[in-house]
């Protein structure tokens, strides 16, 4: 959001140049998109009015326009599949029927491997709030989204329980995700039922971790056994833990956090192989009620290459997630709204749409504020999301 006091970069560069050739078509480059097609052998076999390729792009422009049906999202994309037929009159549009076939025969399984192709973290070793102690900020959250009350929906993904038994309006499907603190680009998720967990799915995402990260996530995540696997990828960890965790103190810092021991039994915790962490204990004091403690332990003993202030200032940028989940659930999709897809297959296809989608607009967002010679921060997500919608259907960029 703009802030008073500050002033527009001069540049000769504009934020609609860097998507005049259209924007999905830059991120996700037809050779990938074609690629990713055979691997999973949705290639056709006969020519169809809409090809695989057509309806991978389009799955995510039904993302970016989430309020067009189906038949006003093929015609915002009509234009590139005509010049790629070399059709100078035009073509007749398919009708909802058929477009709904062509999302069935592509399925899935592309987009999803199509994001994982595609999607990593953006930051440059000059990006601001992205790095603490030569490590790149990386957060891991969840969230749910809202899906059409189907029988096939309601058995594919369940829904929550509200008062007096009943259950409600909607089933939902559940989102775990990686992000860079820094960019909101979030470069790694999985999808699930709402009936499994976070902590369920998030045992998979968190052995995607990398050495050279510092990954953050609040205190719901924290257990003995997903601290060991996401510490054995090589990422550094700063978690946030209940207060209830037994801590064996070892010895304190000189910066006020201490080393202590965790074990994964607390009624056995001599035959146990304890974990060693360093624990940072601190309060906010800004007006609210309580204001901590606030506990985290990392796995980054040495206080010297991370001051426990540094790592305590460097937790409050796990936010940064939760804003790029509001992101893609108020502005992208639309506030309350709920996704289109009946069936689970085609769900879990317009959510990798979705997410697609998010990160090509965030992708367009740091290439402007790099220019500029920004934080990728000051940019509007709003704004950025506008010019995409209008940029979608340039010509050629649907080609198949």
Known sequence: MPRSGWRKAESDRRLPDLVS????????PAEVVDSVIAECGRTEQRRRSLPARSMAYFAMGMALHSEGSYEDVLALISDGIAWARRDPD?????NKA?????????????????F???????????????????????????????????PANDAGFGRPGVMKGERSAFPQARVVALAECGTHAMFDAVLGPYTTSENALSVGLLARLAPGMLCLANRGFYSF?????A???????????????????????????????????????????????????????DGRDPAGPYRLVTTILDHQQAPAADLAGAYAQRWEIETAFDELKTHQRGPWAVLRSKSPELVT?????HLCCHYAIRWLMFEAAEHAGHDPDRLSFVAALRISRRSIAQQGAFSP
């Not at 050739?21 to 996700?28: E, H, K, Q, Y």
């Not at 999302?103 to 592309?110: F, H, K, N």
Request: proline share 6%.
């Open 21 to 28: 050739v259209g924007l999905l078509m830059r991120v996700f």
């Open 90 to 94: 035009g073509h007749r549009l398919a």
């Open 98 to 114: 058929a477009i709904s076939h062509a999302r069935d025969r592509l399925g899935a399984e592309p987009l999803a491997k199509l």
């Open 116 to 150: 994982d192709r595609v999607a990593q973290p953006l930051a440059g070793p000059d990006t601001p709030w992205c790095w603490l102690a030569g490590r790149r900020l990386v957060a891991i959250d969840g969230t749910c989204l809202d899906l059409p009350d189907t």
């Open 225 to 229: 056994t997903t601290w060991v696997k």
């Open 231 to 285: 510490a054995a990828t090589g990422a550094d960890l700063l978690w946030r833990v209940k207060d209830n965790l037994r801590l064996e103190p070892v010895s304190d810092l000189p910066d006020g956090s201490w080393l202590a021991d965790v074990f994964d039994s607390s009624t056995d915790r001599r035959r146990q192989h304890p974990r060693r962490v360093r624990v940072i204990e601190y309060t906010i004091d």
């Open 349 to 353: 296809q317009e959510i990798w749409g």
